[in-house]
């Protein structure tokens, strides 16, 4: 018989009304949500004491209980991948993760991540999300660059995971979007669940029982052209938010295969969408980026033993430069 652990945690106030799935999906990120809704389903979760279903909300003060199977024992394989660390103390790391890395092992993502870089260079990091994601507190999308943060005890790990679920950690994002945007600077609210139909695509669903509240910041830096420049903060996290609400605006991040069309843009194409009549040039033909135009630029917290106010920034990678300095030029 599969030995069980006990888990038990209170509901705070931030977690009010989310489904228990959702709830346990955040605090225990060694299982996937699919995973956590069938041990909900089989009646090894309870609230207050009573079995419940996975799409029972959760109110602030209850209880939940689970009964949790160990988590899977193979860890990354260790790969022996450079990686460029921003800072680093004896409690953490701040890594800028190049686009095209897929942050821990996945179906048809198992070699050259994230977590097999960090499994070859440190030997020791925190566990509490699971041998598969060592010391790994939150993620990036594949193509997205930028700072991620990496713990190195369990201690620190469980204080900054608890800072982003309080919201207590600012993120700042560098984005370039393509289409109109109305307002200068604007708030965007609006939940975010998974697409109807394609299963790698999140999408605005009010009212879906499994869509949770999503608010995104942005301020435009600069337009030209049809194209802005944005700075984005996100308050929440969710899955693909920044590029879900940006196309929710009518202006998705640029080469956003997913939810803007297209993967990659020329400098021909540029130069043809800036300023119409422009003579060719010998280098139009070249690709200029080739995954979407989101860098996650800069972060704020509050150091996990010291208190103090942490800020690291990131800069741009050489592909958005490149990008940006043409739309600039």
């Known amino acids: 018989m599969t030995q069980t652990t006990l888990f038990t945690h209170t509901v705070t106030e931030t977690q009010q009304g989310e489904r228990i799935d959702a709830v346990l999906a955040l605090l225990l990120n060694a299982y996937s949500r699919v995973f956590l809704r069938r041990v909900v389903q089989d ?75 960090l499994a070859y260079h440190f030997k020791q990091l925190s566990d509490v999300g ?31 995971s608890e800072q982003f679920e309080h919201r207590e950690v600012s993120k700042e994002y560098f984005a370039i979007v393509v289409g109109k945007v109305g307002f200068d600077r604007d708030i965007i609210n609006q939940p975010i669940g998974p697409h109807p139909y394609q299963r790698d695509k999140m ?3 009010r009212d879906h029982p499994d869509s949770r509240e999503a608010e995104t910041f942005y301020e435009v830096i600069h337009r030209k052209g049809g194209f802005a420049v944005m700075r984005v903060k996100p308050k929440t996290g969710r899955t693909h938010q920044i590029r879900v609400h940006m196309s929710h605006l009518g202006a ?23 300023a119409q009549g422009l003579p060719p040039l010998p280098d139009d033909a070249d690709i200029v980026l080739q995954r979407q ?37």
């Open 130 to 160: 699971g041998p598969t994601r060592p010391g790994i507190i939150h993620r990036l999308d594949r193509d997205t660059s930028g700072i991620i943060l990496i713990a190195k005890t369990n201690a620190v790990h469980l204080n900054l």
């Open 43 to 117: 009646g090894s979760a309870t609230v207050n004491g009573e079995v419940i279903k996975p799409s029972f909300r959760v109110r602030a003060g209850q209880l939940i209980s689970v009964n949790l199977p160990p988590p899977p024992e193979d860890g990354p394989k260790p790969e022996a991948i450079d990686l460029d660390i921003l800072y680093e103390d004896e409690c953490f790391l701040a890594i800028n993760k190049p686009p095209g890395m897929v942050v821990h092992p996945a179906k048809g993502n198992w070699s050259g991540t994230l977590a097999s870089a």
């Open 203 to 205: 999408a605005i669903r």
């Open 252 to 274: 998705p991040v640029l080469c956003d295969r997913l939810y803007a069309g297209h993967a990659q843009i020329t400098k021909g194409e540029l130069r043809r969408r800036l």
């Open 293 to 329: 135009a989101l860098h996650a630029r800069r972060i704020e917290f509050k150091h996990p033993i010291t208190g103090e106010a942490v800020v690291i920034e990131c800069p741009l990678p050489a592909d958005i430069q490149a990008t940006y300095d043409l739309l600039m030029a």
